[in-house]
């Protein structure tokens, strides 16, 4: 019976779940695309629940709410969500589905609290995920033809195929088209992780297209594994900007999606394997609506991680917590390499509104590359140093962390090596899209100057000024095999050797290598060259000021950019690159002498 209009115009109020209960969503049959939406919520235990289909998708604006009816009420939707349930309605039968927005109470805390654990057995159980793209664009059925087209392609690693068809304004085309569709919300938000990684099958709509995930999935690995991917050097502005794009999307947002997938369906004990600390890591470009999401998001993939999911804690308490446990477990100040001193929020007010310490990072904040070369991996779990500031193990053995006024001042020990002077403008950010940026050359051209103005020491002679400020603005890093997937820390970074012929370029053309391989090493992006009062070639945090302290922290891979507040206190401002230290030349045995640093 269909509902009446006093019914519709009432709204629908959840009744509260049983224990280890959740609900589905059954949609009933519609036979045209814009009938109206009407469904019943189904109270069931994971025992007794019938075949269903999970969604994966993004929430999309809050302003547009669109009413369809539930249980013959009316209940309130986002117009992204409408969108799905329309396209997923089937013409004759019922389907059922369940989807985070209507089958969890969204406005109680309590229930989101008990429901959110349980999206692990949810998505597991489900017959299979449905990823939902939106509606169709401009570039979604040239991109998804082109997908199995290009792994292809990718594939035959044959260099003059390459060649010829980066030629082509057609292919470029579909390049762009390809690029667009991996830059769609879907692929950075965090609970995607867990909803692909657990599901039985996962499958991609975008409108009216359809598309398996194995077949994104053979395009991403190729893609990361293949040699032959042409070198940015031998490229046109136009070829490079399109690969470079292409290649820098799925290495940040889809290759550790793709092989987080491929461990949790080959392995079924991959849970216990994993660590909080290095999913985050590895997914530190994706992000949440709700920052404790940014945590909560992925606990699903975790075993014995020992966090309680509470939606009624503040964010910034669960933050500190958590790194908090992160250096205690690591007894050391590896997890730093978070602090790079310019967070690019998704949400500009986001890190206003968490309060953090300045030691503590916004995880739901996108960051600068990192100067440190610890490089964790979701699924390996490695790690690499090439710099050693803070010297030996030994050092490492000594670090000693307190904490301070409920948890919000982290004590540690190190000593004060230099102060900022001379600041060189900021390199910019490159485009998301296009990676493209505000000319480069007169920001290169001010550095340079800044360097060669400056009095010989530390660095005594031309030659060693022009060797020391080229290896600061590269941050000390190897230039051969510079490749897009170096830039997502999948490839361990090499230091550069003593007597490497080509720094200091001696013509024009070395100099324009170098920095085409500077530019690709990222490291440089939303940085600035400064020097020291003490003459110093330093790479420093945007936000660095005059008069700021450069501290080397016992425990620390690389020096840190701090900023007093009084006595003993001190703001974190981030990580920096000081030619000359980097080495551990500071660093002698007594380390008792180390001054106490309390961070705020």
């Not at 017959?127 to 792994?151: C, D, H, M, Q, S």
């Not at 500071?586 to 705020?600: A, C, M, P, Y």
Request: with cysteine; charged share 25%; proline share 5%.
């Amino acid at each position: 019976m269909s509902p009446s209009r006093r019914q519709r115009r009432r709204v629908y109020e959840y009744e509260p779940l049983p224990l280890r209960c959740f609900r589905l969503l059954e949609l009933t049959a519609g036979e045209t695309l814009y009938s109206d939406v009407t469904c019943r919520l189904l109270p069931c235990s994971f025992a007794a629940a019938p075949p269903y289909e999970a969604l994966s998708y993004t929430w999309g604006d809050n302003e547009s709410k669109r009413r369809i009816t539930v249980n013959g009420l009316a209940f309130f939707v986002r117009q992204n969500l409408l969108s799905i349930l329309r396209r997923l309605r089937q013409p004759r039968q019922k389907r059922i589905i369940w989807v985070d927005a209507i089958c969890i109470n969204q406005n109680s805390t309590a229930e989101k609290s008990v429901q959110v654990p349980l999206m692990r057995e949810i998505y597991s159980q489900s017959k299979r995920t449905i990823v939902w793209l939106g509606e169709e664009r401009f570039y979604t059925e040239t991109a998804i033809k082109f997908i199995p087209e290009l792994t292809v392609i990718v594939k035959a690693d044959i260099r003059v195929v390459w060649k010829y068809l980066l030629s082509q304004d057609t292919f470029l085309r579909q390049m762009s088209s390809l690029i667009w569709f991996f830059h769609h919300p879907w692929w950075t938000r965090t609970w995607v992780i867990q909803e692909v990684a657990l599901a039985k099958n996962v499958h991609i709509l975008c409108g009216p297209h359809q598309l398996c995930w194995s077949t994104i999935h053979s395009l991403i690995i190729a893609w990361m594994d293949s040699k032959n991917v042409p070198d940015l050097e031998t490229c046109n502005s136009r070829q490079a900007a399109a690969l470079r794009s292409l290649g820098m999307l799925i290495a940040n947002h889809t290759e550790a999606l793709a092989r987080l997938r491929e461990e949790f369906q080959s392995n079924p004990s991959a849970p216990e394997c994993m660590e909080l600390a290095n999913l985050l890591w590895s997914f530190k470009y994706h992000s949440a609506t709700d920052a404790r999401d940014k945590i909560y998001g992925f606990l699903g993939l975790l075993k014995g991680h020992g966090l309680r999911v509470d939606y009624s804690k503040a964010p910034q308490d669960i933050y500190i917590s958590v790194f908090q446990s992160f250096l205690v477990r690591d007894r050391g100040l590896d997890w730093f390499r978070w602090m790079t001193g310019e967070q690019i929020s998704r949400d500009k007010k986001t890190s206003e509104i968490l309060n953090l310490p300045s030691w503590v990072p916004d995880f739901g904040s996108r960051t600068t590359y990192p100067i440190s070369s610890f490089i964790p991996n979701a699924e390996r779990g490695e790690r690499q140093r090439i710099f050693s500031v803070a010297g030996s193990d030994r050092s490492r053995s000594l670090v000693t962390l307190q904490f301070e006024d409920n948890d919000r001042t982290l004590v540690v020990r190190g000593l004060i090596f230099d102060v900022v002077d001379q600041r060189g403008h900021i390199f910019p950010l490159p485009d998301p899209i296009s990676l493209s940026g505000c000319p480069t050359e007169p920001i290169l051209t001010q550095w340079k100057n800044m360097a060669f103005a400056t009095p010989s020491e530390p660095y005594n002679t031309r030659l060693e000024k022009e060797d020391a400020f080229w290896r600061t603005i590269l941050t000390d890093r190897e230039l051969e095999g510079l490749h897009f997937k170096d830039n997502a820390g999948w490839v361990p970074a090499k230091r550069l050797s003593s007597t490497a012929i080509y720094i200091p370029p001696k013509t024009a053309d070395e100099e324009q290598k170098v920095l085409r391989a500077m530019r690709r090493g990222l490291c440089v992006y939303g940085r600035r060259f400064c020097i020291s009062e003490n003459g110093y070639f330093c790479l420093l945090p945007a936000t660095s000021r005059k008069g700021d302290l450069i501290s080397v922290l016992l425990g620390g891979e690389v020096p840190y950019v701090l900023r007093r507040q009084a006595m003993n206190i001190f703001r974190m401002v981030g990580e920096c690159y000081v030619h000359g230290i980097m080495n551990g030349e500071l660093v002698t045995g007594d380390f008792e002498s180390h001054r106490i640093f309390k961070l705020q």
